[in-house]
């Protein structure tokens, strides 16, 4: 089955780090993704990780895939009050289509 | 280059109107999809569509209708609105094969 679970919310101060973290239970699934929602706008694709790889680093923001925990998280370095929002995790499978399966979204909120 | 348009961007509904949401996108992208976003509940597939002319349901696909006539619109209709059709919706884009999914700036609808 299909089942994305985030905690709900987060709170940090500027300049720490943040780590959001995700739990997935579709083992087939391919690729993994970080949308961020800023308030009031659409989702906007922040990073993904391809389901054979173990971490992905781009600038700030660091992917960090464990398979066979199904643990997906994403920490941003150095926050800043500009990073907050909603961020989703989300995967998909390949069912001949990519079907987007999101969980709940965890509010970030970086404190001055 | 306006990427996913959606109208309208925000509309109130008595309960029992009907209303149609447009997405209009300028990539030429296949496939299109309709999301719903719910408090703690992330963003759930309501219908979806992989060409012009073909639709199928996703999760949640009742009481919401659409059609794909032509490859750069996906409507979504709600025949007989209730109030558990409050949401805000999102429309998606993207080609087989791709990784990302572009979205629409969303519809915040209340239905009273």
């Known amino acids: 089955g299909e089942d994305v679970e985030q905690s709900l919310f987060l709170s940090v101060r500027e300049g720490d780090s943040s780590v959001i973290n995700c739990t997935y239970t579709d083992s087939s699934s391919t690729y993994l993704y970080w949308y961020k929602q800023e308030p009031g706008a659409g989702l906007q694709l922040l990073t993904y990780?391809?389901?054979?790889?173990d971490m992905k680093q781009d600038q700030r923001l660091t992917v960090l895939l464990n398979k066979k925990d199904k643990h997906l998280s994403l920490r941003i370095a150095d926050t800043q009050t500009g990073d907050s929002a909603i961020y989703f995790c989300?995967?998909?499978?390949?069912?001949?289509?990519?079907?987007?399966?999101f969980g709940t979204g965890t509010r970030l909120l970086v404190s001055p | 280059n306006a990427g996913v348009t959606q109208t309208p961007k925000f509309r109130v509904l008595k309960t029992g109107q009907s209303m149609t949401l447009l997405c209009a996108q300028d990539?030429?992208?296949?496939?299109m999809y309709w999301y719903r976003q719910d408090p703690g509940m992330g963003l759930r597939l309501i219908h979806y569509s992989v060409g012009e002319g073909t639709t199928a349901k996703g999760e949640v696909p009742d009481g919401y209708n659409v059609s794909r006539l032509k490859k750069q619109n996906f409507l979504l209709g709600l025949e007989s609105a209730a109030p558990s059709q409050t949401s805000v919706y999102f429309c998606a884009t993207n080609d087989p094969g791709a990784f990302e999914a572009f979205f629409g700036q969303g519809t915040r609808l209340t239905v009273v």
């Open positions: 990780i391809f389901s054979n790889m």
């Open positions: 990539m030429n992208h296949e496939y």
């Open positions: 989300a995967e998909t499978l390949n069912t001949g289509f990519q079907k987007l399966v």
